[in-house]
């Protein structure tokens, strides 16, 4: 129905890469039709918190299995891998979730700190046992948020341990994250992170559905979406096809354009048409001064519209990407 109004899903089919919708089971009841009408849509699913040690084995099984059939990945959380580690009980953790059937374990740093060559071990015993680690960024006491800096250090520790992806926590979708103490996205905040990290790495945890519909409208429909409850997936699917944040919330998916002087503008035409670009080739092409650059460019990364990386050829120089327009 009404084919024409619809924008293709880029990833239609599973198992994608990105647009990953992330639901949370909290034992609630639903109907299996409607979850076989859904599960297309859906890529994978959290049991909640502490809900594993509820159940006996052979119920949580099933309970997994049943989102196996419909190709629909399974983890367990941050909240229950901190308790093991505190417990000291890691290695049988690891071989209850493997026997299980769980596919991804979720590691946080909310009540503990995990030193870079902690992480790499426990990276390296899931990898051994074909589990996928899922490394959660965040606190969610909002007395104790994470600054803009330490949010980096803990993304970098993560991907030096071969994280695809990271899970930036949200909590309950308030005072957490990205988000402020009503709910809404600290846009400022959202644009130093994708400054450095390129969005397709991160799966945003957004409870909300406004927090939903932004962060679509400002990434396009190959966002990664987490911590949703399953009588949002049709909506969500809605609107990465291009409807409900139209016609609903008044939300368009129109690219961004460069704010600022014309220099930083003409600095993000270049950057754009060359797809990447070091700060000396930047200097030499447009002619303008090193301080108009650097500051042109602190301000592109400021609006999350370029990327910096460091030069493998000499990690003293740093490159500049445009975003990619799937994502803005």
Not at 143 to 151: G, K
Not at 168 to 175: D, H, I, M, P
Not at 215 to 236: H, K, M
């Amino acid at each position: 129905m009404l084919d024409h109004l619809s924008t293709k899903r880029i990833d239609w089919k599973k198992p994608r890469t990105d647009g990953l919708t992330y639901i949370v089971d909290k034992f609630q009841g639903f109907d299996t039709g409607n979850f076989k009408l859904m599960s297309p849509l859906i890529d994978m699913v959290k049991i909640y918190g502490a809900l594993p040690l509820l159940m006996s084995d052979e119920q949580l099984q099933d309970r997994i299995n049943y989102y196996h059939e419909y190709d629909v990945l399974v983890s367990v959380g941050s909240s229950l891998t901190e308790y093991v580690l505190l417990e000291k009980s890691l290695d049988i953790y690891i071989d209850d979730v493997k026997r299980l059937g769980f596919d991804i374990i979720e590691i946080g740093e909310n009540n503990i700190e995990l030193p870079p060559e902690k992480k790499k071990q426990i990276s390296d015993k899931l990898i051994e046992k074909k589990i996928q680690p899922l490394w959660k960024i965040g606190k969610k006491d909002p007395r104790r948020q994470l600054t803009f800096e330490q949010t980096i250090v803990k993304v970098n520790e993560a991907l030096n341990v071969g994280a695809e992806k990271i899970l930036l926590e949200g909590n309950l979708g308030y005072a957490a994250g990205i988000y402020d103490e009503k709910g809404n996205i600290k846009w400022n905040a959202l644009g130093a992170i994708t400054s450095k990290l390129s969005p397709n790495r991160i799966i945003f945890e957004a409870p909300l559905e406004i927090q939903q519909s932004a962060l679509i409208a400002e990434f396009g429909q190959r966002v990664n979406l987490g911590e949703i409850d399953l009588e949002n997936v049709f909506s969500i699917e809605s609107q990465r096809k291009g409807f409900l944040s139209r016609s609903s919330y008044g939300i368009s998916s129109m690219k961004k354009i460069a704010k600022g002087s014309p220099a930083t503008k003409f600095i993000y035409y270049v950057i754009r048409n060359r797809n990447s670009m070091e700060q000396s080739e930047l200097i030499h092409t447009t002619n303008l001064p090193r301080r108009t650059v650097q500051t042109g460019l602190e301000e592109l990364k400021e609006q999350g519209l370029i990327v910096e990386k460091t030069n493998l050829d000499d990690i003293r120089k740093k490159i500049y990407y445009a975003v990619d327009d799937e994502w803005i």
